[in-house]
């Protein structure tokens, strides 16, 4: 049997050197920690306090240096939200975000466990498939206003040359079909970042756990259901929040494409921000807006974070 | 304060280095590098690529035009010849953007040093304190005097804010052959404009009576409201009261809805304008300064493309562009860009102007004989030019509010071209939006 162990304390002059010790390194720590800090508060808090700033401010705005100038006032708010388009703005950006998210999300999907088979050229089919998410959003839009241009587009060519429509169809210029036409090019961008984020996702599962399910024997459906998805959960449902509150502030296909047109029929609240500003010159007008978008963004995330949780849990 | 600055990092830089004890040489090597750094720094501060004393900054969306960029290089290469030491920076900005681009200049109190605008802008821009006024300028010259009557649609509250480079009439291009093919004249009024474009429409080849910009787009405002003035109506009278549902504003939105169907769909100006140039469009009302995109076409084609009158009893017209100083500017600055400005209103310059684009300048007389004979279509734009009454609006409201009197008009042209809405109810929300302008 062994002594015990006898602690001794170390003597009051250590003790109070480790103590400085301590204090010293929490002071470097929070002196590495400054220039980040500073960084994040400028890049990020101050223009924000500018926006909120702004939206409290009443009169015709035209120095937006010196903010200071014109009253405070909620007449801004008052006159957003007496809008009766506000709703129609928001109901547009939620029909957007859902029309890019679903698809988006299936594709990303599918590609994802496609990606995760082995067949030959996958190393060059991988990097094509997430290519997509490189390409910058006003290029796509770009792109995309050539292909579903109602005169010379090859969207309309395929189409009449399939035989499913006998006249071309104006994709951005007509209200009935300009937001599945917007929605087309932000799928085409986002896609990627599912299978992307799902393919990581698959390959961090075990190959024992298929084994297993195989010898038990369970159907290809079932190794999904009960192998596949239960990974992918997590994942998926923080890939669709993070895409969902990008595309719901989604300017850069819009804008290009449509403008907000044609009849508002695309006019997010993204859309709505810019044009009262550079359109408009209602900076205060611009801001309370985006406050709005903020406030609405925010709540979605939340929400969507919750249910798509619970949802898939 | 930048050479304190600069003391200071050095110093700073020597304390890290000596604690850490790096060798003299490693020490000697950095400081000479921050020296090297600093100095190149402070050099790029203080001084111009080229050496001029003056730069003055001059963003355009005209500046890669290849219609007019060539007058305004050889105007620039003059003025530095008159002002040794002073250097103008001629760059291009994409149309689609300069509004925005520069709306957020000036309001970071950042703007370009010469200002140039799409005229229908320069309001908004004079109302929001961003131009100055000059009036005394002016009275030193003979602009106010010489120039077209359309100038006065850079007056804000009784002062003037810039100098007209453009005025225009709108006048009919048409394609000749189509016209022939179909049986019928050059139209002279609203019903035989819609008679020509139907009979175009209906020839077995695939073309198009009328070109127009049916997506939406500014233009749609342009196109939409040359009809409104072309029936003796408009968005407003001088007090404001809007008038977008009395009997001669239906009239002509009934006209457009019926002559824009014969017009391709979901188009911009761009695309109207390669199909007409293609051969494939009848008719379309534009400024003059389609004419110079009229060498573009086929030479099968252009002959066959020319212009008259617009069909309407009074002829719509429009302001292009327009040169401007900027309200804060220094008072050296100021100066050097009024005598820019009144330098291109020089009648030499004027006329170059018209020969070289081959749009009438707003000066009195600037169509000389030359240009006359190279450009015979001048002799119709200048008449046009002094018959055109302005498509945009009069009353001050609708003037400061442009961008979104634009764009209601523009909803309400697209709901005419794309809807079966009947034409009072298209009007009436007209009516509505444009009543709510300028209670925001």
Redesign the interface.
């Known amino acids: 049997m062994s002594e015990p162990a006898t602690v001794t304390a170390p003597p009051p002059g250590k003790r109070a050197g480790g103590r400085k010790k301590a204090r010293r390194e929490k002071l470097f720590a929070y002196g590495m920690l400054t220039p980040t800090v500073a960084a994040v508060g400028l890049l990020m808090a101050y223009p924000i306090y500018v926006a909120i700033n702004l939206s409290f401010r009443g009169g015709?705005?035209?120095?937006?240096?010196n903010l200071g100038q014109y009253p405070l006032t909620l007449s801004n708010f008052f006159?957003v939200i007496t809008d009766p388009a506000l709703l129609g703005d928001i109901w547009r950006s939620i029909v957007y975000t859902v029309g890019v998210v679903v698809p988006a999300f299936a594709i990303g999907l599918g590609l994802a466990l496609l990606l995760n088979k082995a067949f030959p050229g996958r190393r060059i089919v991988r990097p094509l498939a997430l290519l997509p998410w490189a390409v910058p959003g006003v290029a796509v839009a770009a792109a995309f206003s050539w292909m579903l241009?109602?005169?010379?587009g090859v969207i309309n060519y395929l189409l009449r040359t399939v035989g499913l429509i006998d006249q071309?169809?104006?994709?951005?210029?007509?209200?009935n079909t300009a937001m599945t036409a917007v929605i087309i090019p932000t799928v085409w961008k986002f896609y990627p970042f599912f299978t992307l984020v799902l393919v990581a996702a698959l390959q961090a599962i075990p190959g024992d756990l298929y084994e297993a399910a195989r010898i038990d024997g369970a159907s290809a459906w079932q190794q999904f259901r009960y192998v596949t998805w239960p990974a992918l959960k997590t994942p998926a449902a923080l890939a669709i929040v993070i895409t969902g509150i990008g595309v719901f502030r989604e300017f850069d296909f819009i804008f290009p494409l449509?403008?907000g047109?044609?009849?508002?029929a695309t006019q997010t609240l993204a859309v709505r921000i810019?044009?009262e500003?550079?359109?408009?010159?209602?900076?205060g007008?611009s801001a309370a807006v985006g406050v709005i978008t903020m406030i609405v963004a925010g709540a979605l995330l939340l929400a969507a974070g919750r249910s798509v949780r619970q949802g898939l849990n | 304060m930048a050479a304190l600055i600069a003391r200071q990092q050095i110093h700073n830089g020597v304390n890290v280095i000596a604690r850490n004890r790096v060798s003299l040489r490693m020490r000697t090597a950095i400081a000479a590098a921050s020296t090297a750094v600093l100095a190149a720094a402070v050099a790029g501060c203080g001084a111009t690529d080229s050496g001029a004393d003056l730069v003055l900054e001059f963003p355009s969306w005209q500046a890669d035009d290849a219609s007019f960029s060539p007058w305004w290089h050889e105007l620039i290469a003059e003025y530095e010849r008159r002002n040794p030491g002073v250097e103008i920076d001629f760059y291009q900005v994409p149309f689609d953007s300069f509004?925005?681009q520069q709306?957020?200049r000036?309001?970071?109190?950042d703007p370009a040093d010469i200002v140039h605008l799409p005229a229908a802008n320069a309001v908004?821009f004079a109302a929001?304190?961003?131009l100055a006024p000059i009036d005394e300028r002016l009275a030193d010259t003979d602009i106010l005097q010489e120039w077209t009557p359309l100038q006065q649609q850079l007056s804000w509250e009784g002062k003037t804010y810039g100098v007209l480079l453009l005025g225009y009439g709108y006048a009919l291009f048409y394609n000749e052959e189509l016209l022939t093919k179909a049986g019928v004249d050059v139209p002279t009024s609203p019903e035989e404009l819609l008679a020509a474009a139907r009979a175009v429409s209906a020839l077995p080849q695939d073309s198009f009576g009328f070109g127009a910009t049916?997506?939406?787009?500014p233009d749609n405002y342009t196109e939409l409201t040359s009809f409104l003035v072309g029936n003796h109506a408009s968005w407003s009278d001088s007090e404001g009261t809007i008038t977008a549902t009395s009997q001669e504003a239906l009239t002509a939105l009934s006209q457009y809805r019926d002559v824009l169907a014969t017009a391709?769909?979901?188009?911009q100006s761009q695309?109207r304008n390669e199909?007409f140039l293609n051969g494939q469009i009848g008719m379309l009302i534009d400024g003059p300064f389609l004419l110079s995109e009229l060498d573009g076409a086929r030479p099968e084609v252009k002959e066959h493309l020319k212009v008259a009158a617009p069909p309407f009893e009074v002829t719509p017209g429009g302001i292009s562009n327009s040169l401007h100083v900027p309200a804060d500017a220094d008072p050296e600055v100021a100066q050097a860009v009024w005598e820019f400005i009144e330098l291109a209103g020089e009648p030499r310059w004027q006329q170059r102007y018209t020969e070289v684009t081959s749009v009438p300048a707003p000066r009195e007389g600037s169509v000389t004989e030359a240009a006359l004979r190279a450009t015979p279509e001048l002799e119709l734009f200048g008449e046009l030019a002094d018959n055109a009454v302005d498509i945009f609006p009069e009353a001050a409201d609708l003037r400061r509010?442009y961008?979104?009197v634009?764009?209601i008009v523009?909803?309400g042209a697209?709901?005419l071209?794309?809807?079966s809405a009947p034409v009072a109810q298209v009007a009436e929300g007209i009516q509505r939006d444009l009543e709510g302008v300028g209670d925001?």
């Open positions: 015709e705005i035209t120095d937006l240096q006159s241009d109602s005169s010379f071309n169809v104006a994709w951005l210029a007509d209200s449509t403008g047109g044609p009849d508002n810019y044009n500003a550079f359109e408009y010159f209602s900076f007008v | 509004v925005a709306t957020t000036f309001a970071a109190g908004q929001r304190g961003w049916t997506a939406q787009n391709p769909r979901g188009i695309q199909l509010n961008g979104r634009g764009d523009a909803s697209i709901r071209i794309a809807t925001e």
